[in-house]
Every structure is written in C-alpha cells, then in structure tokens.
C-alpha cells in the first residue's frame, strides 16, 4: 500500500518492510559483536517497540533475556513531555548490561527516564537500541548505540508506532501525507 488512512489523516509510504528488516538485521549483527559476552537484559519498552524487538530478537544470537515495560508520552500526533510508567520491571537488573528497545526516539524525554531508572536500580551498563531516531528532535545528551534508520521529524505511523492507538499493524511506515489534508 502506497498510502493509508488512519482516523482522519492519510499517510504515504516512507520507509518499506523490506528496508525495516534489513536495518534490523544490521543492528542484530552490531550488538551480537559488541555484547557477545555480557548476556544482556533486553527491555522492550511497550507498545511501540513489540515488533522491532520481536524481530530484532529474532536476529540476536548471544545468550540473553528479554522483558517488557509500558510507558507513555504521546497523545494524538505530538509529545505530552510527561512520562507516565504503566508496567515495572519484575527481573533484578543489579550489575547487569541492559539494552532498552524503542521503536522511535525523538525528544528522549521516554528514554531518559527509563534509562535514570535502571541506573538507579544498579544496572552496571544502559545501551540504547531503536528501530528510529529523529536526531533533530532529540534533546538529550545520552548516546544512542544502536539506531537502525535516522529520519526527519516527521509523524510516522506503522511497524508499531501508532496514530490514536491505530495503525501499528501495518509492515511499513508511514508519514503524514499533507498533500491529502
């Protein structure tokens, strides 16, 4: 599909399946070298990033765990700035190497939270993986390790970023089509 609608806004094809999985792939590959033997904790940070981490998991070939926390800053199609945590963490992270899964990282305000929270918890090393980064977006200064596309910031939809709740079946993303509005 070159173009969706969701709600009341098209969406145009940005970045395909095929290049999603290849990006991943790289990642997988990069991470397998670098943390072959640190048997990291990987925490999915839901519910953006369940399909990246499903198949990024799938390409990781080092002995490792995944887990899943929930939190969330977006209403509609921009940022809250506030982060609500809605699923802790249940495994002991103390010592371990942690590599925190996001789906898209713009501002970092969700990953820095995240990540001040598993330094407070004793994590000896936080590593930072996303599907996406909008680097003119973000305003932190913690290294993002692992970043598989670099885009614009624009608003994107699809591989398990939302618009509304809607749209994170879709096998590709999306951005807003402003052309159609």
């Known amino acids: 599909?070159?173009?969706?609608?969701?709600?009341?806004?098209?969406?145009?094809i940005k970045i395909t399946s095929n290049e999603i999985k290849k990006a991943i792939s790289d990642v997988a590959e990069q991470i397998n070298k670098d943390l072959k033997d640190k048997k990291p904790l990987f925490l999915a940070v839901l519910n953006g990033s369940f399909m990246f981490a499903a198949d990024l998991m799938k390409k990781v070939n080092i002995d490792c765990e995944i887990s899943f926390v929930k939190v969330a800053s977006y209403e509609g199609t921009s940022t809250t700035g506030n982060i609500k945590q809605l699923i802790g963490l249940n495994?002991?992270?103390?010592?371990?190497?942690?590599v925190i899964l996001e789906d898209i990282v713009d501002t970092g305000n969700t990953i820095e939270n995240i990540w001040n929270q598993l330094k407070q918890?004793?994590?000896?090393?936080v590593k930072i993986a996303t599907l996406l980064f909008k680097p003119e977006a973000y305003t932190k200064?913690?290294?993002?390790e692992y970043a598989a596309i670099v885009v614009p910031n624009d608003f994107l939809v699809g591989y398990g970023l939302d618009y509304n709740g809607y749209g994170r079946n879709l096998d590709a993303i999306y951005v807003l089509d402003y052309s159609a509005e």
């Open 141 to 144: 200064t913690l290294p993002i």
């Open 1 to 12: 599909m070159s173009k969706v609608q969701i709600h009341d806004k098209t969406f145009k």
């Open 121 to 125: 918890l004793g994590a000896s090393d």
């Open 91 to 98: 495994e002991s992270i103390k010592d371990r190497t942690i």
